[in-house]
């Protein structure tokens, strides 16, 4: 009993109500379709979930410097393209064993340059991302442009993305849950993490400290394009293969799943266990909308509304509900 | 007070006024030289020249990212940001290709009942900031979701239909005057410029530049932020209505919101404004809006494979921020990087 006390102080509310509204969706979806409580939904639930949760991991760390990283979607698509390009590019002796490595390294470069630009040359994250996005995008386009590239993940993409190493655990929740681990590590236990929720706090102090915040920054970019590239990378082992435009539906759920998870948009605050929350939340969210289908209720009574309309707008009630519960500022006073 | 006092001046204070007050446009003046370079480029490479109808179509392609980076300028001004201009700007081009049809009254109300949906979804917007007391980039990115939703429901399908000689009237040019750079004058003059002038709008710029100060002397935080809020939302209407008039119809495409979205703040940054609030008009960031587009259309001129704009663009746009850096280079105290 103590011991769930203590677990449970050491949560904070939001993690907690994240996941009280998990469960709740759960139940909820129970009593309508009864297979939502079946191990088999729960654990592809999960292995939907473990995509967004590599992506929205890299994230989170800019998010607790106080800085946004608005070049994910196309840092995904770079990171898929460019593991499947591998062998095209690099020949296909060296290039079909180091796909993965070098999609992630290509999205790890994309982080290099909004460190660079964000902790050197002191440039808003939000605009300098927006602008990588924008070259990211372009440079695809041009790799795609002139020929067909090879769009196939190779066979270990695949297997990392839908086999299942342990009987019953898919593969890419093993990859979320092994990046977790380290993240979790690295926020709590180290001093780097530690950097990272001063720096949120007060750049300046964390400055006079003498520590060099500017590599700091410069290192949680480019975690933040490689996690994202690695979810590009399992996005493509996942569909078989690469395409345009494959990270454009990630940027909404992956910032709204870090916010709903109670990090701070202003930085300083949040725990991983709320990342980990808020995108449970954000699958099932999706997911039960997909199952129940709302627009066929609309239908009935004459109004053809379609299916994308109630993703969009529950999502948006979602997420700004749920923040008036906990992420309310101070009154200034 | 403030005329009287500049009369009283001498001469060489004066000067040194309008220095000031060129310091103080600087970001403008960038902006337009930027822009004025580029479109002479753009003519002089063009072989037929500089008509009448290229213009007027450089124009309505301008003049809608210029409407909808005035409407971001607002938010950004109070050390915000409006994630959801774009998806006004969608939802009120799908509205527009539903209701601004018939005949002329018909027509009027149609266009009254978009500019009104803008001008609501601006308010949302301010009074869930201001009341909710949540970040305006999270706040703006959900109701943004709400509102392409809302346009989905209204428009599933592109299509639908508008009243044929206003939308004409809109798009045509005047003795090679373009009616959509007379729309912009028109929000300039009756939008911006009153804006600008009035308590909430000397408030706006004293909320970018510290609110906690602004809030102790007494100045309308709430009712500041919810109206440049609802002005973002009325400028996108406007916008909207423009692509309506340039298209003929609606239509409910997520990457043309996310596009104008964007797009808007980097016209904001080239129009230099600052992106930490207090400091920027919305007249730079017409320029900056028209600079983005003729990158664009150089690309044309240059013979450049058209699907290479977006790499320009970001480029433009890394380079405009970088600009900024320029300030590291005379910077006495290392601490200033910091904040």
């Not at chain 1, 969009?312 to 519960?325: A, E, K, N, P, S």
Request: hydrophobic residues 55%; glycine residues 12%; proline residues 4%.
């Amino acid at each position: 009993m103590s011991v769930l006390t203590y677990a449970i102080q050491g949560l904070d509310r939001a993690t907690v109500i994240a996941f009280g509204c998990v469960v709740l969706l759960l139940a909820g979806g129970a009593l309508i379709e009864p297979n939502f409580l079946s191990a088999d939904y729960v654990v592809q639930q999960l292995q939907v979930a473990s995509f967004l949760g590599v992506i929205a991991t890299g994230i989170m760390l800019v998010m607790l410097l106080g800085h946004i990283d608005l070049s994910i979607p196309w840092t995904i698509a770079i990171g898929g393209m460019m593991a499947t390009g591998a062998a095209g590019i690099l020949g296909p002796t060296v290039g079909v064993p180091l796909a993965i490595p070098f999609g992630i390294a290509c999205g790890a470069a994309i982080g290099l340059v909004n460190g660079f630009g964000v902790a050197y040359l002191r440039a808003p994250a939000m605009i300098f991302t927006l602008g990588m996005n924008a070259v990211a995008q372009g440079l695809m386009v041009f790799h795609t442009g002139g020929f067909a590239p090879q769009d196939r993940a190779t066979a270990l993409m695949r297997e990392i993305a839908v086999g299942r190493f342990i009987p019953g655990v898919p593969n890419p929740l093993l990859v979320w849950l092994a990046l977790g681990a380290v993240t979790i590590f690295l926020l709590t236990r180290t001093t780097l993490g530690r950097q990272i929720y001063a720096i949120g706090n007060k750049e300046r102090a964390v400055f006079l400290s003498g520590v060099d915040t500017r590599r700091v920054l410069l290192f949680c970019f480019v975690a933040s394009g490689a996690c994202a590239a690695a979810g590009g990378v399992l996005l493509a082992g996942w569909a078989n293969r690469s395409y345009q435009a494959m990270g454009d539906p990630y940027l909404l759920p992956t910032i709204a799943a870090i916010v709903l998870g109670g990090t701070n948009v202003l930085g300083g605050r949040g725990t991983y266990l709320g990342t980990v929350a808020g995108v449970i939340l954000i699958t099932l969210l999706q997911s039960i909308l997909s199952v129940l289908q709302p627009q066929f209720w609309f239908a009935e009574l004459g109004l053809k509304i379609p299916a994308e309309t109630f993703r969009q707008v529950v999502f948006g009630i979602v997420i700004i509900v749920m923040l008036l519960l906990y992420g309310r500022e101070r009154a200034s006073r | 007070m403030t005329a009287a006092s500049a009369t009283a001046e001498p001469k060489g204070r004066s000067r040194e006024a309008w220095r000031h007050r060129l310091a103080a446009q600087r970001g403008v003046l960038l902006a337009v030289a930027i822009f004025a370079a580029m479109f002479a480029i753009y003519g002089w490479k063009q072989e037929v020249g500089l008509t009448a109808s290229i213009i007027n179509t450089a124009a309505n392609k301008g003049a809608l990212l210029a409407l909808v980076a005035m409407a971001q300028t607002l938010p950004v001004l109070i050390g915000g940001l409006d994630l959801s201009v774009g998806s006004v700007f969608v939802l009120t081009n799908c509205l527009a290709s539903n209701i601004v049809v018939g005949g002329p009254l018909m027509t009027a109300l149609g266009v009254v009942g978009v500019l009104a949906v803008g001008l609501v979804c601006g308010v949302i917007n301010g009074v869930i900031v201001v009341y909710g007391r949540l970040q305006p980039i999270i706040v703006t990115l959900a109701t943004g979701a709400v509102y392409f939703g809302l346009a989905l429901a209204l428009r599933p399908e592109p299509g639908g239909s508008v009243n044929f000689e206003l939308a004409d009237l809109m798009t045509r040019s005047f003795y090679g005057v373009p009616s959509s750079v007379i729309l912009l004058v028109a929000a300039v003059v009756l939008i911006w410029i009153p804006y600008r002038r009035s308590v909430l709008g000397r408030a706006a710029y004293a909320i970018g530049s510290s609110e906690q100060a602004a809030f102790m002397s007494g100045v309308p935080v709430a009712r500041a932020k919810i109206l440049a809020f609802a002005l973002a939302g009325l400028l996108s209407a406007i916008a909207g209505l423009l692509l309506t008039f340039v298209t003929y119809s609606g239509a409910a495409k997520a990457a043309l919101g996310a596009d104008y979205t964007l797009n808007s703040i980097g016209a904001v940054v080239i129009g230099g404004t600052s992106l930490f609030g207090g400091s920027g008009s919305a007249i730079g960031s017409i320029f900056g809006a028209f600079v983005m587009r003729t990158v664009g259309d150089l690309l044309i001129v240059f013979d450049i494979n058209p699907v290479l704009q977006p790499l320009f663009v970001g480029i433009v746009l890394l380079f405009a921020v970088s600009l900024g850096s320029l300030r590291l280079l005379h910077i006495r105290n290392r601490l200033d990087l910091y904040r």
